[in-house]
């Protein structure tokens, strides 16, 4: 699912403060490695190098106002969508798409919720819908 994003975007990048014990791991570690990797830690710097990194974070879950998912918001639309009658997949994947884009604020999506909300506002006073 995220194969595409490199692990060390997730860690925080703080140095930790090593125990004599993984300092002295952390030395058997670079004395037993081979020269090409040996060559890549002297590039960063010894002192810089991290054998005991921390664990990678979670991806942050982006939400809305709500404090719900994209996800979240899909499923309970859908389920009161499936209320009034049966849906297709272009449905569904169009409330995924546009769920998407409210929740990450891009502005494609962000005009279509506007026209919708002023759309919908429009029929009312009109009288097309109670």
Not at 76 to 91: M, S, T
Request: hydrophobic share 30%.
């Amino acid at each position: 699912m995220y194969g595409s994003i490199p692990a060390t975007v997730f860690r925080d990048g703080t140095p930790q403060q090593l125990t004599d014990e993984q300092e002295a791991l952390k030395r058997e570690i670079y004395d037993r490695m081979n020269p090409r990797r040996r060559k890549f830690v002297d590039r960063i710097g010894y002192d810089n190098w991290d054998p005991f990194q921390k664990p990678n974070e979670p991806l942050d879950m982006r939400t809305d106002v709500s404090k719900r998912t994209t996800q979240q918001l899909v499923n309970e639309f859908l389920r009161n969508a499936a209320k009034k009658g049966p849906y297709g997949k272009a449905y569904s994947k169009g409330a995924t798409e546009c769920a998407l884009g409210v929740v990450n604020k891009d502005e494609k999506y962000m005009g279509i919720f506007d026209f919708c909300r002023w759309y919908y506002d429009l029929l009312k006073k009109e009288g097309h819908i109670a």
